[in-house]
């Protein structure tokens, strides 16, 4: 079955770059979907970070776009997080998800699939 | 910016019915997802595209979209539906996916 797995480190210090891959098993990459971020600070709610198609083409939240680079990397069979300038308000549990919105109905946002979620705090 | 506003809490009795709303500005003319997550686990997809379930969703769960609220509804609630639920949609006008701030459901 289809499983994502998130990586990368788990403390990263403030403004210097969090950067995460999720690993893709059981389903190419490369199928027709888009691939997401989202993330959930302790205690709060959902917030969607981005997603990715195979070819490279992104959707990027508004409040993030100028600090995020969503990549993909098919061959790997995985895509990537890069987020720049954190602070400890960046500081939540990181998953990546399969969104099978725009395949569907023309637009992002339909997370069927998701990892089990990675940890980030920002602090020095 | 979009925004998707939900109660924070609804209590239900076990085998009765649940419904949590999800309001937001013309949200009816825009899809409707819900997602399911238990405390330390990664939400769930529930309900996609207003009133859809995905494979191995019970059909106690479903959900309907009109003006400016969507609603999800529990039918015969068991203990194990106790989660937080959170609707999401995307919004063209500012190019968001918006999800609202969570509804805690609680089966007593």
């Known amino acids: 079955q289809v499983q994502l797995q998130e990586s990368g480190p788990g403390l990263v210090k403030p403004s210097e770059t969090l950067s995460l891959t999720c690993s893709v098993s059981?389903?190419?990459?490369?199928?027709?979907?888009?691939w997401g971020w989202i993330r959930q600070p302790p205690g709060k709610g959902l917030e969607w970070i981005g997603s990715?198609?195979?070819?490279?083409?992104?959707y990027y939240s508004p409040s993030l776009k100028s600090r995020v680079t969503i990549s993909v990397d098919a061959s790997e069979n995985e895509f990537s997080l890069r987020l720049r300038s954190v602070t400890a308000a960046d500081t939540a549990v990181y998953y990546c998800?399969?969104?099978?919105?725009?395949?569907?109905?023309?637009?992002?946002?339909?997370?069927?699939?998701w990892g089990q979620g990675t940890i980030v705090t920002v602090s020095s | 910016s979009y925004e998707l506003t939900q109660p924070p809490s609804v209590s239900v009795s076990p085998g009765q019915t649940a419904s949590i709303t999800c309001s937001g500005h013309?949200?009816?003319?825009?899809?409707a997802c819900w997602y399911q997550q238990k405390p330390g686990q990664s939400p769930v997809m529930v309900i996609y595209q207003d009133t859809k379930r995905p494979s191995g969703i019970p059909e106690r769960f479903s959900g309907s979209n009109s003006g400016n609220t969507a609603t999800l509804t529990i039918s015969g609630t068991q203990a194990m539906d106790e989660a937080e639920y959170y609707c999401q949609a995307w919004d063209s006008s500012t190019a968001d996916v918006v999800f609202g701030g969570g509804t805690k459901l609680t089966v007593l």
């Open positions: 059981g389903y190419s990459i490369s199928s027709g979907f888009y």
């Open positions: 990715i198609y195979e070819s490279g083409s992104t």
């Open positions: 013309k949200l009816g003319d825009k899809y």
């Open positions: 998800a399969r969104d099978v919105g725009v395949a569907n109905w023309g637009s992002p946002g339909a997370f069927d699939i």
